[in-house]
């Protein structure tokens, strides 16, 4: 039986008061009052001991648990940080989980889990804490963002449940049992990115727009600064997001002009300024705007740049259905073009199929520039057909043969009837390295080529001048008669054109030579490689029977030009991922011979050296309007040159803005731009970065262009996950869900006094 104090102190007391009412009477009373009081003061130190020893107890459970709640919910930290990691990576955790946390804690054999979802051990503060990660059944699932500043988004979301044991051995017994079992359950949602009509992952600048309208969402991960013309009009039909700051004006020039509109739900709604550049925050445009612009949101968390580099173990190239490289020697000479696998070798068979392919070939009587049928030297490069049989020749077409590694490929034609062009680059004194045909050969266009008649102004090259810039190694290729060359051949081996991996297809295209995987920060300067698509007006095969493809994605490490038309003709899902895309309308010349102009004031073509040759705008470099529909994805400048900062640095430190995303090269005064998709870059052009420098006047080193028309938009069929382009990029954006606390008192040392805190909500989690 226990002991029982209180009684025992309270007969002690009622016998010595009956001994002091006896004490005339009874002997020995001082000694037994004496005895009495000892006994009653014992008591009190037992009791005083005994309560001192629950405190001392409680108050060390009370310590252990607080270590053990930090412990724990550091360890939920660094797991969840562990799962958002895979996905940063475009990797999907994978493994599998333990029954119980006792197995991890028990270290029962075969029973600890594996890879991303196993038991892991980490000491923290002389505890140990275990952690393990379960994964929600039916992983992913197809989701539209419900709250917050990316409501209305479709979203791929994945849901996963931590659970995180802190644990302490018991000194004495040598056993461990758990301070604090938490756990967390997180949303990881992939967020196409081409959602979006603008997405910058630095700073974003609407410098000087002209009239136009954005009809879609607008997002910066870093500053936003919204600014128009003088005299213009811009406005967002859209929400508006920015991690950074809301500046209404330029980042150039403390200024602001035109008026900005944004939509605030029932209608649009002016952004003012007063003359100079003017900072929104949250609060000034929370309630007027209905929640359509917020400022200082998370971050969202983008792929980094190299995962579209050219190598094994980045996304895309592994990923890729097709992949065509254009190989130069250490003298950055064309070796060949190959198809290659997955670890960079060639591809034999491939290779083979895609050289054995042409686009419109013909066998005929040839004749040189002189008329005769006599063989040709090294400089006859104009050929003329007398007898042309292919669906784009005609007899009496003279054709130029190009410098590629395939002889006999036509680069440019001057159909009948049409005077002959001196050829350009005989001009400028190149020589070629390719055979040339004789008399009864085959003259054919090849699928995909090479050729360095592109000059180009943007990317200077040595002192200063109107005159410089440098020749582009071009991968030529031409999009029709590739997907002819895909259907007849193997070339995506056992992938079919309508496959739907992913979405459809996805093409990589790239040039490997000198420096071509080396980022211009460390080189010191941009590298002369590039690809040029054409003849993609329509993305299918003209082979009869051939199937339809569900969409394409185009990407390289490298600099992208389109020529014409993309995607115009029976629109498809389609993106164009580049170091920096550059947009040629159908009126340049596949010769380039419209590309370096000699200045008409003296008159003299030159040597290529020649000072005559000035950067010119005019009808020999006229644009004729073009439509492209395709999502982009490139790098561009940064004005300023630095995130969050950089302002008041003047035209000469400007990118040129959301309106000069596209590098432009041509008079488009006249021509329209039609283009309709999403516009994303992630960081500045890696490979050639060619600083922005405008439309200015005549002989001016900064003359490179006039702008288009501008007449763009954002895709809204990109607001249906199934119409968007083939392995669009995404970006992860976290959520915590549900975090709870609770102690197992099942565990087979629960009997010792640790304090645990109860939840407040029915847990949800399995302990």
């Given at each position: 039986?226990?002991?029982?104090?209180?009684?025992?102190?309270?007969s002690?007391?009622?016998l010595?008061?009956?001994?002091?009412?006896?004490?005339?009477?009874?002997?020995?009373?001082?000694?037994?009052?004496?005895v009495a009081?000892?006994?009653?003061l014992?008591?009190?130190?037992?009791?005083?001991?005994?309560?001192?020893?629950?405190?001392t107890?409680?108050?060390?459970?009370?310590?252990?648990?607080?270590?053990?709640?930090?412990?724990a919910?550091?360890g939920?930290?660094?797991?969840?940080?562990?799962i958002?990691?895979?996905?940063?990576?475009?990797?999907?955790?994978?493994?599998?989980?333990p029954?119980?946390?006792?197995?991890?804690?028990?270290?029962?054999?075969?029973?600890?889990g594996?890879?991303?979802?196993?038991?892991?051990?980490?000491?923290?503060?002389?505890?140990q804490?275990?952690?393990?990660?379960?994964?929600?059944?039916?992983?992913?699932?197809?989701?539209?963002?419900a709250?917050?500043?990316?409501?209305?988004?479709?979203?791929?979301?994945?849901?996963?449940?931590?659970?995180s044991?802190?644990t302490d051995?018991d000194?004495?017994?040598?056993?461990?049992?758990?301070?604090?079992?938490?756990?967390m359950r997180?949303k990881?949602?992939?967020?196409?990115?081409?959602?979006?009509?603008?997405?910058?992952?630095?700073?974003m600048?609407?410098?000087?727009?002209?009239?136009?309208?954005?009809?879609?969402?607008?997002?910066s991960?870093?500053?936003?600064?919204?600014?128009?013309?003088?005299?213009?009009?811009f406005?967002?039909?859209?929400?508006?997001?920015?991690?950074?700051?809301?500046?209404?004006?330029?980042?150039?020039?403390?200024d602001?002009?035109?008026?900005?509109?944004?939509?605030?739900?029932?209608?649009?709604?002016?952004?003012?300024?007063?003359?100079?550049?003017?900072e929104?925050?949250q609060s000034?445009?929370?309630?007027?705007?209905?929640?359509?612009?917020n400022?200082?949101?998370?971050?969202?968390?983008?792929?980094e740049?190299?995962?579209?580099?050219?190598?094994?173990?980045?996304?895309?190239?592994?990923?890729?259905d097709?992949?065509?490289?254009l190989?130069?020697?250490?003298?950055?000479?064309p070796?060949?073009?190959?198809v290659?696998?997955?670890?960079?070798?060639?591809?034999s068979?491939?290779?083979?199929d895609?050289?054995?392919?042409?686009?419109?070939?013909?066998?005929t009587?040839?004749?040189?520039?002189?008329?005769?049928?006599a063989?040709y030297?090294?400089?006859d490069t104009?050929?003329?057909i007398?007898?042309?049989?292919?669906s784009?020749?005609?007899?009496?077409?003279?054709?130029?043969?190009?410098?590629?590694?395939?002889s006999?490929v036509?680069?440019?034609?001057?159909?009948?009837g049409s005077?002959d062009?001196?050829?350009?680059?005989?001009?400028?004194?190149?020589s070629y390295?390719?055979?040339?045909p004789?008399a009864?050969?085959t003259?054919?266009k090849?699928?995909?080529?090479?050729s360095?008649?592109?000059?180009?102004?943007?990317?200077?090259?040595?002192s200063?001048?109107?005159?410089q810039?440098?020749?582009?190694?071009?991968?030529?290729?031409?999009?029709?008669?590739?997907?002819?060359?895909?259907?007849?051949e193997?070339?995506?081996?056992s992938?079919?054109?309508d496959?739907?991996?992913?979405?459809g297809?996805?093409w990589?295209?790239t040039?490997?030579g000198?420096?071509s995987?080396?980022?211009?920060t460390a080189?010191?300067?941009p590298?002369?490689?590039?690809?040029?698509?054409?003849?993609?007006?329509?993305?299918?095969?003209?082979i009869?029977?051939a199937?339809t493809i569900?969409?394409?994605?185009?990407v390289?490490?490298?600099a992208?030009?389109?020529?014409?038309?993309?995607?115009?003709?029976?629109?498809?899902?389609a993106a164009?991922?580049g170091d920096?895309?550059?947009?040629?309308?159908d009126?340049?010349k596949?010769?380039?011979?419209?590309?370096r102009?000699?200045?008409?004031?003296?008159?003299i073509p030159?040597?290529?050296?020649?000072t005559?040759?000035?950067v010119?705008?005019?009808?020999l470099?006229?644009?004729?309007s073009?439509?492209i529909n395709?999502?982009f994805?490139?790098?561009i400048d940064?004005?300023g040159?630095?995130?969050?900062g950089?302002?008041?640095g003047?035209?000469s430190?400007?990118?040129g803005?959301?309106?000069?995303?596209p590098?432009?090269?041509?008079t488009?005064?006249g021509?329209?731009?039609?283009?309709?998709?999403?516009?994303?870059?992630?960081?500045?052009p890696?490979?050639?970065?060619?600083?922005?420098?405008g439309?200015?006047?005549?002989n001016?080193s900064?003359?490179?262009?006039?702008?288009p028309?501008?007449?763009?938009?954002?895709?809204?069929?990109y607001?249906?996950?199934a119409n968007?382009?083939?392995?669009?990029p995404?970006a992860v954006?976290?959520?915590?869900?549900?975090?709870?606390?609770?102690?197992?008192?099942?565990?087979s040392?629960?009997?010792?006094?640790?304090?645990?805190?109860?939840?407040?909500i029915?847990?949800?989690?399995?302990?």
């Amino acid at each position: 039986m226990k002991r029982q104090p209180k009684y025992f102190q309270k007969s002690l007391f009622h016998l010595y008061l009956r001994l002091q009412r006896q004490q005339q009477v009874e002997g020995g009373y001082s000694l037994v009052v004496t005895v009495a009081m000892l006994l009653i003061l014992s008591t009190l130190l037992i009791s005083a001991a005994i309560i001192s020893k629950v405190d001392t107890v409680s108050t060390t459970a009370s310590a252990k648990s607080n270590i053990g709640f930090y412990a724990a919910e550091a360890g939920l930290n660094i797991r969840a940080q562990e799962i958002r990691r895979e996905f940063e990576g475009y990797n999907r955790p994978s493994g599998t989980s333990p029954t119980s946390w006792q197995d991890c804690v028990n270290g029962t054999t075969g029973a600890q889990g594996t890879l991303d979802f196993g038991c892991d051990e980490e000491p923290f503060q002389g505890q140990q804490v275990w952690t393990y990660v379960e994964e929600f059944p039916n992983n992913p699932r197809p989701t539209i963002v419900a709250d917050g500043p990316f409501a209305g988004l479709s979203a791929q979301e994945y849901i996963y449940d931590v659970v995180s044991v802190a644990t302490d051995r018991d000194t004495l017994t040598n056993e461990t049992s758990p301070s604090t079992i938490l756990g967390m359950r997180f949303k990881s949602r992939l967020v196409p990115l081409f959602q979006f009509a603008a997405f910058y992952e630095q700073d974003m600048d609407f410098a000087v727009p002209p009239s136009m309208t954005v009809n879609g969402r607008v997002h910066s991960n870093n500053d936003l600064y919204l600014d128009a013309s003088s005299s213009g009009t811009f406005s967002i039909n859209g929400q508006v997001t920015s991690v950074g700051k809301l500046y209404r004006g330029e980042k150039i020039d403390d200024d602001c002009s035109g008026i900005v509109r944004i939509d605030d739900g029932s209608g649009y709604r002016t952004l003012g300024c007063s003359g100079s550049r003017q900072e929104y925050t949250q609060s000034d445009v929370e309630s007027d705007w209905n929640g359509n612009i917020n400022v200082g949101i998370d971050k969202l968390t983008v792929p980094e740049p190299d995962q579209f580099d050219a190598q094994a173990g980045k996304l895309y190239w592994d990923k890729a259905d097709l992949r065509v490289a254009l190989v130069l020697d250490s003298g950055g000479d064309p070796t060949g073009i190959e198809v290659q696998d997955v670890d960079g070798s060639s591809n034999s068979t491939a290779t083979t199929d895609l050289r054995s392919c042409s686009a419109d070939g013909v066998t005929t009587t040839l004749q040189n520039e002189n008329g005769s049928d006599a063989n040709y030297e090294a400089n006859d490069t104009q050929v003329k057909i007398t007898n042309g049989t292919g669906s784009q020749f005609s007899t009496g077409d003279v054709v130029v043969v190009g410098d590629d590694i395939d002889s006999n490929v036509i680069t440019s034609v001057t159909t009948a009837g049409s005077p002959d062009r001196l050829d350009f680059k005989r001009q400028l004194g190149h020589s070629y390295q390719s055979a040339f045909p004789s008399a009864g050969d085959t003259v054919r266009k090849a699928v995909v080529s090479t050729s360095d008649t592109f000059y180009n102004y943007r990317e200077k090259e040595g002192s200063s001048g109107t005159e410089q810039g440098r020749y582009i190694r071009m991968l030529d290729i031409n999009m029709e008669a590739l997907f002819d060359c895909v259907q007849s051949e193997s070339l995506m081996g056992s992938t079919n054109l309508d496959d739907d991996t992913d979405g459809g297809l996805v093409w990589f295209f790239t040039v490997k030579g000198p420096d071509s995987n080396t980022d211009v920060t460390a080189s010191g300067s941009p590298n002369n490689y590039g690809v040029r698509m054409y003849n993609a007006g329509t993305l299918a095969s003209t082979i009869s029977g051939a199937p339809t493809i569900q969409g394409l994605t185009v990407v390289s490490d490298q600099a992208i030009y389109t020529r014409g038309d993309y995607n115009r003709f029976n629109k498809k899902p389609a993106a164009i991922l580049g170091d920096t895309i550059n947009v040629l309308s159908d009126a340049w010349k596949m010769d380039d011979s419209n590309g370096r102009i000699y200045n008409p004031l003296t008159n003299i073509p030159g040597p290529e050296d020649s000072t005559s040759f000035d950067v010119i705008v005019g009808a020999l470099r006229q644009a004729s309007s073009t439509t492209i529909n395709a999502a982009f994805l490139a790098g561009i400048d940064i004005s300023g040159g630095v995130n969050q900062g950089g302002q008041d640095g003047g035209w000469s430190s400007s990118g040129g803005g959301w309106n000069n995303y596209p590098r432009f090269h041509e008079t488009w005064s006249g021509a329209t731009l039609t283009y309709r998709g999403s516009m994303v870059t992630l960081g500045s052009p890696r490979r050639v970065n060619g600083s922005f420098c405008g439309s200015q006047s005549i002989n001016s080193s900064c003359n490179i262009y006039t702008p288009p028309t501008r007449n763009w938009d954002y895709d809204t069929d990109y607001d249906n996950a199934a119409n968007l382009p083939p392995l669009t990029p995404q970006a992860v954006y976290l959520e915590q869900e549900l975090f709870q606390r609770e102690f197992d008192v099942s565990f087979s040392n629960s009997g010792k006094q640790y304090i645990a805190t109860l939840p407040t909500i029915q847990p949800s989690f399995t302990f």
